[in-house]
């Protein structure tokens, strides 16, 4: 079938669902909310119920405490903690009257009475509940309120980065480095509680669906332009099973308050980095319409070197390299879109993306070979490496809502087609040297490589939610994805003597990747007494196809799989909580992991894919706890993972590599070892010390043991790493952050990573009666960050040292029109993997 018939059959298929339940579900049905005459077996048992709502944004206030007092003599009753919706609920209450009393980070305690239960009116619904920023004089220092650092829920942390202020100038990748639990490499991949197996979504979809990887596509988005990151360390049914450790979404900022606002913001580092910023909302009646530009060039050195050992035959061989590279990158993204509401209850949305992004590496690197002794070279050789890389992309999506006058009850239907092409050019120029580097001998190899790519996705998906009464909901739904990925690899040497290039079949490559998965799940949620209760089940099949067209090897995969989650929570006095999860999960292997072409780095590094691989499968179960005091916020977890089949990347030395016969040249490449597990802890702990100083710290401790008994290898390791934030509001518009991470060394199946730290600190000031700001940081400011790895196999060893420019001043303006960041919604994060943000198992915490 070709693919503007699969697109045609999906956008019908898309429309005909969707058109299907929007008549059906929007007709009364029985046993919905608002029925009377219920039977009550205990007819003393009271219940309240309300929702916590920011009063100047309307903004749902996630895990607010709430104290239930008695008006008589003020003794402590109940309590309970809002879920992500903002709402409450507390049950087995007495008759009587009361008041509340609501607690949360950047807000002062605030008061609300007239509390009425009684034997005729058990149940009292407070409403929604206004609570106002604090906003006072303290000695002559005004404070103002900020929202809380970072908000705990049931499967997820949630980091708002809006008032993130090291790093400002900067992309997405530097956001990661100040979120908890998740950890960057120098080469900007990204990993969860030790796991580079990581999902990352943006704005709930995928970042790899067109093949740029995850790392790739956070250095695409500016860090002003990101709102909060959500860490999804156990999803429910509803999300995409993909990613070993979990979810990372990154939520961009969204506006949709009536007239016109935006924001624009301009920065320049001390690096050679740029960037800049417009985001403009204009809403009028039923119509909404908005588009954002963003920009960015940067300029970074960077070095390495590394001393490689061999050992053939009784004889040791040495390889030194020392590496000098600069990299340059430029980007353009602009995004338009439109928002149509047809009545309160339907709301359809369109909008288009596309992202220019081009990056420039050279690379100059000194070879020094030698044979039997360290003091005695017997090759010297110069290769200078100049690679540039440009990507082009459109993303269109089209997202309908629509809601019921039963509360909760909701059908969304998303449709996303996305394309990129890449053309990447590289040019080698290898020189040779005699003893000493100021005496080339004359020889020398030209080599060039292009690659081009063209990928193409398209999915599909609709949920639906249904509450069952008041305290149970039925949620399920599908999703369709499919992806198409092309490349195609030449390679070509200079020939002196025809003076001309050569093509060289063998080291050339075109291979496409083709893969289709089709999902359904089905989630039930529940209270039982003082637990909640949410159980899920998704079905995935997949088809796999690749083929190597160069040499005519195709190869195909496809397994139906199923992932169980299930979630229970227990909600204490006191303002306390706790709970429990299991979720199976799966990592398929990509298009670069099953494509079996060497690609070379170097003649003296290559990697290539393994087709035979398969999916490999996590069982993971997490307990958690969570404690509110008036300052303190208290957040431990213990986390369990099992991985069967594990993925893992494998280096090892050979000599009789097709075309390099006789060299020895590390070989990366891929297998299914037997078993991975790994285990561990982690402490959240927010501090409001004073109305003006919070502080957030993290701490987490894992262990990781590989069975690599196919290989006859095996690790086991231990890990920690620290981190911490402090935000400080000086008054006057003064704002002060102060931030550091610490990891410790790792130790993995073949090679050991040295620790790594750094520290960040940044301030701002309120301008123009706080419509703009003037922002200064600067990044890793004792210019500690560096990458060491000793890597070690059967016949090598190997130390590398890499660091680049990561010391940085940046300067930065923000000036927002109409209060355009004040005034930011709550949106509802809606994502084709598919959580939407709003309503989980916990809105029935009674």
């Known amino acids: 079938m070709s693919k503007i018939s699969i697109i045609r059959h999906l956008f019908l298929l898309f429309f005909i669902i969707t058109l299907g339940f929007t008549p059906i579900l929007g007709q009364p049905g029985q046993g919905q909310r608002g029925q009377g005459g219920e039977n009550r077996e205990l007819p003393r048992i009271g219940k309240l119920t309300g929702k916590i709502v920011d009063n100047q944004s309307g903004e749902p206030l996630m895990y607010a405490s709430v104290v239930l007092n008695s008006k008589r003599d003020s003794t402590m009753v109940s309590g309970a903690i809002t879920n992500e919706s903002g709402h409450f609920t507390m049950e087995q209450l007495p008759p009587g009257m009361f008041f509340i009393t609501v607690n949360y980070i950047g807000y002062p305690p605030q008061n609300f009475n007239d509390i009425r239960i009684t034997f005729r009116e058990p149940e009292f619904d407070l409403g929604t509940v206004q609570l106002e920023p604090s906003a006072q004089v303290l000695d002559e220092v005004t404070v103002e309120a900020a929202r809380s650092l970072m908000e705990t829920g049931l499967d997820r942390r949630v980091i708002n980065v809006n008032q993130e202020l090291t790093s400002i100038g900067g992309t997405g990748i530097d956001i990661m480095q100040n979120i908890p639990s998740v950890a960057v490499d120098f080469d900007g991949n990204v990993s969860l509680r030790g796991s580079t197996n990581v999902t990352i979504l943006i704005d709930g979809r995928p970042s790899t669906l067109t093949g740029l990887s995850g790392s790739e596509a956070l250095q695409q988005i500016p860090a002003e332009m990101i709102e909060r990151v959500e860490v999804i360390t156990n999803p429910s049914a509803r999300y995409n099973p993909e990613g070993t450790s979990g979810i990372i979404n990154v939520v961009l900022k969204e506006h949709r308050r009536p007239g016109y606002n935006g924001m624009v913001s301009l920065n320049a580092g001390s690096a050679g980095t740029y960037s800049g910023s417009v985001n403009l909302n204009y809403k009028v009646n039923d119509w909404n319409f908005f588009t954002n530009y963003s920009a960015r060039l940067s300029d970074m050195d960077s070095y390495g070197n590394s001393l490689r050992e061999t050992f053939f035959e009784g004889t040791s061989n040495f390889m030194d390299q020392d590496i000098t590279g600069n990299m340059g990158m430029g980007s353009h993204n602009v995004q338009a879109g439109i928002d149509y509401n047809f009545n309160s209850k339907n709301t359809l949305t369109l909008s288009s993306r596309y992202s220019n992004w081009n990056r420039n590496f050279d690379n100059l690197t000194e070879y020094i070979l030698y044979r039997d002794f360290i003091t005695n070279p017997n090759s010297l050789f110069l290769m200078d490496n100049d690679t540039d890389m440009l990507h082009n992309s459109f993303t269109h999506q089209m997202n309908f809502r629509r809601t019921f006058d039963q509360r909760h009850r909701e059908l969304t239907a998303d449709l996303v087609f996305s394309t990129r092409n890449m053309d990447r050019n590289e040019n080698f120029v290898q020189q040779f040297f005699e003893e000493n580097w100021d005496n080339p001998n004359g020889l020398s190899v030209l080599e060039r490589t292009q690659m081009i790519g063209q990928n193409w996705s398209l999915s599909s998906q609709l949920d639906y939610a249904h509450p069952l009464g008041d305290d149970s909901k039925f949620e399920t739904g599908y999703r369709i994805q499919l992806r198409e990925m092309d490349s195609d690899f030449k390679f070509e040497h200079f020939n002196t003597e025809q003076d001309s290039w050569m093509n060289e079949p063998n080291r050339s490559n075109h291979f496409i990747y083709n893969e289709q998965i089709f999902a359904a799940y089905g989630m039930y949620a529940t209270m039982l007494g003082k637990f909640s209760l949410q159980a899920g089940l998704r079905a995935e099949q997949t088809f796999v196809e690749g083929n190597q067209v160069t040499i005519d090897e195709p190869f195909s995969k496809n397994y139906l799989n199923l992932f169980p989650t299930m979630h229970i929570r227990r909600s204490f006095e006191n303002n306390q909580s706790a709970q429990i999860s299991y979720t199976r999960r799966i990592n398929r292997p990509n298009n670069r992991n099953l494509n079996p072409f060497m690609r070379y780095s170097s003649e003296y590094e290559v990697s290539m894919g393994n087709p035979d691989l398969d999916p490999e499968f996590i069982n993971s179960f997490e307990i958690g706890y969570t404690r509110f005091w008036n300052t303190t916020t208290l957040n431990p977890s213990i986390f369990y993972r099992q991985t069967e089949g594990m993925i ?188 939407d943000g709003g309503m989980d198992f916990d809105v029935f915490e009674m």
């Open 648 to 835: 893992t990347r494998f280096s090892r030395v050979v000599n009789d590599l097709p075309g390099l016969e006789g060299r020895e040249v590390t070989l990366m490449t891929f297998e299914n070892l037997n078993r991975g597990t790994s285990y561990g802890a982690e402490l959240v702990v927010n501090q409001r010390i004073t109305d003006w100083w919070n502080m957030n710290g993290t701490f987490s401790y894992f262990r990781s043991i590989i069975d690599g008994a196919q290989m006859e290898l095996e690790s086991d390791s231990y890990s920690w790493s620290g981190r911490f934030v402090s935000n400080m509001n000086l008054g006057s518009g003064w704002n002060m952050q102060v931030n550091g991470f610490y990891r410790s060394p790792i130790v993995m199946l073949n090679a050991e990573i040295e620790a790594m730290y750094m520290v960040n600190a940044g301030v701002r000031k309120n301008i123009w009666g706080n419509t703009g700001s003037i922002s200064l940081n600067i990044s890793d400011i004792f210019n500690t960050m560096k990458f060491s790895l000793y890597n070690y196999g059967d016949n090598f060893t190997m130390n590398m040292d890499r660091w680049r420019t990561s010391r940085v001043i940046t300067l930065g303006f923000t000036y927002r029109i109409n209060e355009f960041e004040r005034r930011n919604n709550n949106r509802r994060m809606r994502d084709n993997g598919g959580d």
